[in-house]
């Protein structure tokens, strides 16, 4: 049986990169682990029930009930499978945008993604923006999970989210 899932497909990490760059700005700078995360939830929107989210921040998981219709079929692997999988792509998809100058090379080369000098494509960026706006719950849990929550540490995204080691993080 043949399928396709767009998550490791670099052509559409690369664009979902571009829909992150603007929740990026709420939260610069971003590690490239933490955007490796945030694009986990953006590719697989209706796990994101599963986070460990701070007091307050719990009725973001009705977010995953708004997304249960893009649930496959068939079974998926384990999320931290998915992210490992996801990984060729994601830094793929980071490395060309860098290279167009629409990711800051400066940036990426000390472990940060911050937006570049370039813009993308009028025509690109409008259909991310698009998309955003139809998305807009989505985009908001993934502002707040950019902005509200460090990466490391006890209560950072990789301990909430379950997808990265956090055991041995420096903080």
Do not use: W
């Not at 670099?10 to 700005?25: E, G, N, T």
């Not at 000098?117 to 950019?146: F, G």
């Amino acid at each position: 049986m043949l399928t396709f899932q767009p998550a490791f497909d670099p052509f559409h990490a690369i664009f979902r990169l571009l829909r992150l760059l603007p929740v990026f700005l709420s939260c610069e700078p971003v590690e490239r682990e933490k955007a490796r995360i945030l694009d986990f939830y953006l590719a697989f929107p209706f796990l994101v029930g599963a986070i460990g989210f701070k007091r307050g921040h719990s009725g973001f998981r009705k977010v995953a009930k708004n997304y249960d219709h893009l649930r496959p079929y068939g079974g998926i692997p384990d999320d931290r499978e998915l992210l490992l999988r996801m990984a060729p792509a994601q830094n793929m998809a980071a490395e060309t945008l860098v290279s167009r100058g629409i990711v800051n090379p400066d940036a990426y080369a000390r472990g940060y993604i911050l937006p570049g000098d370039v813009v993308p494509p009028e025509d690109l960026a409008l259909r991310t923006e698009q998309l955003n706006i139809e998305q807009d719950d989505l985009i908001a849990l993934l502002r707040t999970l950019c902005a509200d929550y460090p990466l490391l540490g006890a209560d950072g995204l990789k301990q909430r989210t379950g997808l990265l080691e956090h055991r041995y993080d420096a903080v």
